[in-house]
């Protein structure tokens, strides 16, 4: 029923900025959870951002804050992912999801995320 698709990923220089889209279609509750998770090969996947939809209530991983930044633009049912100063390390398959269940709203699992969009790519080179 709900249905996510991540966008604006590419290929960036250390030190570039993307914008990453997590657009939302179907249900949605207005005080549900949405996540930006990454995932490198062979890694878990790893927390980054999530905020309450229709609320201004970011939270953002340690390894990310003073970088990015996690908005959302509710007409358009939209949740934004700014990445500035991007580092090697952040490269990444980059997914969004909504929290099944109620609960704080971080990304200290994905297990309590779920449906997910295909996710991605990012890529920092050096």
């Known amino acids: 029923q709900v249905q996510l698709v991540e966008s604006g990923g590419g290929s960036v220089q250390a030190g570039g900025s993307l914008r990453l889209s997590c657009a939302y279609s179907?249900?949605?509750?207005?005080?549900?959870?949405l996540g930006w998770f990454r995932q490198a090969p062979g890694k878990e996947r790893e927390g980054v951002a999530s905020?309450?939809?229709?609320?201004?209530?970011?939270y953002l991983a340690d390894s990310v804050k003073g970088r990015f930044t996690i908005s959302q633009d509710n007409a358009k049912n939209t949740v934004y992912l700014q990445m500035n100063n991007l580092k090697p390390e952040d490269t990444a398959m980059y997914y969004c999801?909504?929290?099944?269940?109620?609960?704080?709203?971080?990304?200290?699992?994905?297990?309590?995320?779920?449906?997910w969009g295909q996710g991605t790519q990012v890529t920092v080179s050096s």
């Open positions: 999801g909504i929290r099944r269940s109620g609960g704080s709203c971080r990304t200290e699992s994905a297990a309590f995320f779920g449906y």
């Open positions: 905020i309450y939809l229709g609320a201004y209530s970011p």
């Open positions: 179907g249900y949605a509750y207005s005080s549900q959870c």
